[in-house]
């Protein structure tokens, strides 16, 4: 109960989400713990990617409210690795990692300055002015997940990141956000239907019939 | 998100497509070439014309305008044509030079036999009675100003004698009849009876049939504001000189082209605001990845205008390098050949000029360039909402 009053966790309160006239969430109550690492898991279509976009404010629910530390949480304060390791491809890989310092306001100079400790972090300092057709699979998921914690989050969202992935590769990914997890203080929450992302969970909640369980 | 970090990112779109932008910026620049292409020939077709019908008048446009029909009892009185000449004189800056007038009088007994005598030899020629004896208050004749300067003419050329060669004798005595400006005749029963004549034309024993106010313009602009004008509506209006034709065909191909030219800046603007409207939407991933991660709508406004914008310099600057140089290559090529033409259709001297030039209507294309740009903006700014992102994400 003392964990449950900690300033970073995510609170969910009475959430209610419609989406195409069926009923994702109802009146469903939940919190995150600060710095858990999170498996949401559940069956396709059942509400995981709508739940991690209104944690991240990118979705607003019916009713209720996702709160960290009393406020609504914002897009500069999560980080999110996307389904398939999403990159623009008309920008160079040290652009895309820069890209959520650029438009949550971070100076040009503290922004390069994170840039070039993210990139030695994760390996890619070579290839930071490669495009990401350039780049393989593995190295474009480094970077998505550097772009993720550009700003410093104390949340990290990942969707599915281990969809379409062989298992090597999936195993690799969870054990980089394992890593980044156990390094720091952030809190990690993943969605994914992949047993595989269990064994690399500290909780994992299920959604079922409109309730986080 | 800073202002620059916007542009640089609206650039770096532009710059890492280049295929993309390269194609987009074809298609919209040629279609706008074009339009570039006949406005800055039209514009030097027009400063030709202009700037060569200034060589009768002594440098000035002289207009005439309105009419008094004695014949046909059309008009009110001189002295109303007169104050409407005052107040387009006021509007235009022009200078009020008094008025055109028209007299007839009597053929002579020989000329009369002429006329028979045609008219014996060609059944579709009709005598005239009348010699037509114009009288200018002010024109220039071969660069000389000469006031009270008269013409006469014996009415229409009678088709029959546009046969060269073949009825040599009758171009010879009708040759100076559309040569109004060019010729003095010698002697005239006007002039003959200049001295006894007052020259208003009431007193004089010649008929006076018909007044044209006479109105001279410094600036050809002004000039060609009030030909606009007056012609749009029915009152009649010419200038001066051998240029009526000029005039006419200025006001042809001015009528085409703004058809021709309105009916092809509307498709251009049409096929334009699609072509960038596809941009967009090839970039709805990426807009959806901007939001996810900390941006505003109006961030990702900033890259996309800048992105847009670009591509519209890049057309713009595509068109009128295109539109410009093929009009300069074109002028360059025939500008001595279509002087030549004109000179010889409008029996007057056209100089020889590179046949390119501003005209407003140029602005217009700028604008509507632009104008494309930010309609497409307008009409893709539902992308910039959170709408679907998932959906846009995966795609």
Redesign the interface.
Known sequence: MEKNSSKNDIVITGLRKIYNNKIIFKNTNYIINEHEFLLITGESGVGK??LL?MI?G??KPDSGSILMGGKPI???ETG?V???F?L????DIS?NIE??G????AKKNERLKRLDILSRIFGITDILDN?PNEISGGQAERVCIA?AIF?NPKIILA?EPTNNLDRANAERVLKLLKILWEKTELTVVISSHDDLAKSYATKIAIIKGGEIL | ??LI?AIT?GV??IT??KKRSLMSVITVGVLFSLLFFSTILYAGFKNLLFESSLGATGGEAILAFGQCDFNEDKCSSVSEMREQAELYAKKYQADFKGEIKIYKTQLTDDEKAIQNAMANQYQDYHPQEYRYITVFPEIFIDGIKKKNAHSASIEEIPSFIKNPGEFNFLELMFSNVNKQISIVPPETDLQKQKSACAMDGDSCNNELVFVRPVLSFKNIDNAIAFYEENNSAETIIEPIGNVISIYNSYGIVKKLLSTVGTILVIISVVIMVFTFIKLINEES??IA????????PR?VFGIFSTYIIGLCSSALVFSVLAGGISAIFYSTINASKISDILSQTYMTDIQTGILIGFDPSLIFLVVAIYFSGVTCLILTIDQLS?KN??KR??Q
């Open positions: 990617t709508t976009n991240a990118l979705e914002k897009p500069c999110y996307f389904q398939g999403y623009d491809n008309s920008l652009k890209l959520p650029i438009f949550c306001g495009k772009r700003n969707d | 998100m800073m970090d990112l770096k779109k890492s497509h991933s990426n990845l901007y939001r996810s991660i900390g941006a505003k961030d959170l992102i998932s994400l995966k």
